[in-house]
């Protein structure tokens, strides 16, 4: 089993889940963060002084699929999330020791 | 002394009942001749009342068997409950025809009971006394009324306030501007009301004024004065304090309520310009010391009758100092006690880097500004028109319209300049511009016309940035909501903006000082409260060719000939009274609250801990949070050196 962790733009979050839905992956946790990348933030004025705002918010979705899907889970995700204009986010795959149903206790590749 | 004397006596026409043997310091003197029928015959009621009673009582029966409804009803004595007051000293203007404006078509004046001057009906006659009594109804609920509006912007600066701090102290900041309300009315029942209005009988009114709330206000009429040069300069007013029975009267417990409300808006300035690291311990000291002190000792010295009002009796200083709804009295004096308190507090831990270059802290909830700032507006039209303290003073219209064109144009004027000088209209710069507007509106929205206060607006609206600017850059003075320029600087604007902008449309006599004119002469009649005065007076603006004929002039800026002013203005004195009053103002009340401060500090410190206010101050100083539901990011916060 692989965890997926895609850190996306707001906006595109409904496509990357029906892009994933797509390929039969069925459950996903989405959590609110903010960050940056290489390209730094923007200056702002508030009442005549200037700021700069370096965090943007974005999201991030944590998936764990198995390893037959891994590969067709990445490209769906990128695929979707892509604009092709800066901050677009980036995917981290990394692997997954054990999950359990907490419903039925099963576990291994039928609890994901 | 002899001049207090004569005001005094003047004004003294009590009629209120016979119970209350505590007449006034000063015996009335014999009143002028015109106002002779009704003086003697307005005392009639209350001695009749109580002779009526038994002597009626005998007929009564009589009369019961014989005509059943021959006699109306016995009004009950108007002085016991106060509820049924108003007899025909209260509609009756003195020997002349009210005037009519030509402009407005609206009476200004007093209604007279026959065209000749002459008192067809009895001023103790049932019909007299109705009329009256509605008239002082009309006017004591209105300015109730619109003293609750007055109230309703204590929801709006709390809005205001709350929604330019960060999410982390909301409940503090919100709690600052809650427990105002009840820690300043207490203060300012304890002995602030008192000392602001104790005297408020004895200041320098125009020729035939009468208490628009009923004669019950003439009880207020002790006060402590000293004399310099010859002339009387009132200081405090000593009575009233903790609303003694000696002032249980309906119509000083409506002025009480009115006033109490203008004193609570002062005091919920500073609060803004301290958000956010004020120890709240030392918050409630300085909510009772507001209250009693500060606002209540300036302000008697312009609404209390004190030496700024007396200015123009006393040095020629135009109608002396004139603020009809508060740009200094209540707005300025905030502003000040703002700056005060924030230099004593010292700025947000951020604020200012090493540099010196201070550091956005962005609010935490911009529409809450905004409806916030709404409700303000709104409270406003309390504000201004209710400070006519008469809803039969039809003035009100004018001054509503000209209190919302202020804002308005402030709103376009502030808009304008953050688009010229920072690119973009910082929301809450628009929000601080509108009541910037309506803050500069606040002392003339009687006395301009239309174009006046749009001018006068939009100037505000273009200072109000620029003090910003000024206070955050370079006076370094940390202050979070603006309040230090949207009332201190923009108040002061108001203040000011009177001697410049007054048409000469309203306020004839105003302090005392009576300004007529005539074929191009200005003749000034101050009122002492003598017969001669008073004939003089009547004569002048009667309707003969050769004595009469004279216009009563009401409060004239220099500007006031191009802004619709019948008489041409030039007459620089008026911004000479309101130039003093703001120099007087900023003087006292910064330094007495600065000392305030620096004492206060040393019993209770002012400032919140710095480990407090680097996590928030809700939960160590209120032990809640405002928004427990939600997770704070503060990814606002500038890094602490």
Redesign the interface.
């Given at each position: 089993m692989k965890k997926i962790e895609a850190i996306i733009k707001p906006f595109k979050l409904e496509e990357v889940k029906d892009a994933l839905a797509e390929i039969g992956v069925e459950g996903m946790t989405v959590t609110e963060v903010?960050g940056f990348g290489r390209q730094k933030g923007h200056t702002e004025?508030?009442?005549?002084?200037?700021?700069t705002v370096d965090?943007l918010p974005k999201i991030k979705i944590e998936v764990v699929v198995t390893d037959s899907i891994v590969d067709s889970a990445v490209s769906a995700v990128v695929k979707a999330a892509k604009t092709g204009k800066i901050g677009d986010g980036k995917v981290f795959v990394s692997p997954v020791s054990e999950a359990i149903r907490i419903r039925t206790a099963e576990s291994g590749d039928k609890a994901v | 002394m002899a001049l207090l004397a004569a005001t005094a006596g003047a004004l003294g026409w009590m009629v209120l009942g016979a119970s209350s043997a505590q007449a006034q310091d000063k015996p009335p003197e014999a009143p002028p001749p015109a106002a002779a029928a009704p003086a003697p015959a307005a005392e009639a009621p209350k001695d009749a009342t109580p002779a009526a009673a038994p002597a009626a009582a005998a007929p009564a029966d009589a009369a019961a068997a014989a005509a059943p409804a021959a006699t109306p009803p016995q009004q009950p004595d108007s002085t016991a409950t106060g509820a049924n007051g108003g007899t025909g000293i209260d509609i009756q203007w003195p020997s002349y025809p009210a005037k009519t404006d030509p402009k407005t078509g609206f009476t200004t004046g007093e209604p007279t009971i026959d065209d000749a001057g002459k008192t067809t009906a009895g001023a103790n006659s049932e019909i007299v006394k109705a009329i009256a009594h509605n008239k002082i109804s009309i006017n004591v609920v209105w300015t109730l009324v619109t003293g609750f509006l007055v109230m309703f912007m204590q929801a709006g600066f709390a809005l205001v306030e709350t929604g330019l701090c960060r999410a982390k102290n909301a409940a503090h900041v919100m709690s600052t501007n809650f427990m105002i309300y009840g820690l300043g009315m207490i203060g300012f029942w304890v002995c602030g009301f008192a000392f602001m209005f104790g005297n408020y009988a004895n200041g320098p009114v125009n020729i035939g004024w009468q208490p628009t709330l009923g004669q019950g206000l003439m009880l207020l009429n002790k006060g402590y004065s000293i004399t310099v040069g010859g002339h009387t300069l009132g200081l405090l007013g000593m009575k009233g304090f903790f609303l003694s029975p000696e002032v249980f009267d309906t119509a000083i417990f409506t002025l009480f309520l009115f006033e109490m409300v203008f004193m609570d808006t002062t005091a919920t300035i500073p609060t803004g310009a301290m958000a956010e690291r004020w120890n709240f311990k030392h918050f409630i000291v300085y909510g009772f010391w507001v209250g009693m002190f500060p606002y209540a000792i300036y302000g008697s010295w312009v609404w209390g009758g004190g030496w700024l009002a007396q200015s123009g009796m006393n040095w020629g200083l135009g109608h002396g100092a004139v603020d009809f709804a508060g740009s200094g009295v209540v707005h300025m004096c905030g502003g000040v006690i703002a700056l005060a308190g924030s230099i004593c507090l010292g700025p947000r831990l951020g604020k200012f880097g090493k540099d010196g270059k201070p550091r956005p802290m962005p609010g935490h909830d911009i529409p809450m500004v905004m409806l916030g700032t709404f409700i303000l507006a709104f409270g406003w039209f309390g504000f201004n028109p209710g400070s006519t303290l008469a809803g039969a003073d039809n003035r009100i219209a004018i001054i509503a319209v000209n209190t919302m064109l202020a804002g308005a144009a402030a709103s376009i004027g502030t808009m304008l300049t953050m688009y010229l000088v920072t690119g973009k209209p910082d929301p809450s710069m628009l929000c601080n511009g509108l009541l910037a507007g309506l803050v500069a509106i606040t002392a003339p929205c009687a006395f301009v016309n239309s174009a006046g206060a749009v001018l006068l607006g939009f100037i505000a609206g273009i200072i109000v940035v620029f003090s910003v600017f000024f206070v955050e850059r370079v006076l370094k003075v940390d202050d979070p909501v603006g309040a230090i320029s949207v009332h201190g600087a923009c108040g002061c604007w108001g203040v000011l903006s009177v001697g410049l902008f007054a048409n000469g449309s309203y306020g004839g006599g105003w302090g005392g000082v009576h300004k007529l004119f005539k074929d191009g002469q200005w003749m000034r009649l101050v009122n002492d409260g003598s017969k001669a005065v008073f004939d003089q007076y009547n004569t002048m603006i009667g309707t003969d060719p050769k004595t009469g004929g004279w216009t009563d002039v009401g409060v004239t800026g220099i500007f006031g000939s191009m802004f619709g002013s019948t008489a041409p203005s030039g007459d620089g004195s008026q911004f000479g009274a309101q130039f003093l009053d703001v120099c007087a103002l900023f003087i006292f009340v910064f330094i007495f609250s600065y000392i305030f401060f620096k004492l206060s500090n040393l019993v209770v410190p002012m400032r919140s801990k710095r480990e407090d206010e680097i996590m928030g101050i809700d939960i160590p100083e209120m032990g809640a949070e405002a928004y427990p539901d939600f997770q704070l990011t503060d990814r606002t916060s500038p890094k602490i050196d």
């Open positions: 903010k004025i508030y009442r005549g002084s200037e700021y965090f | -």
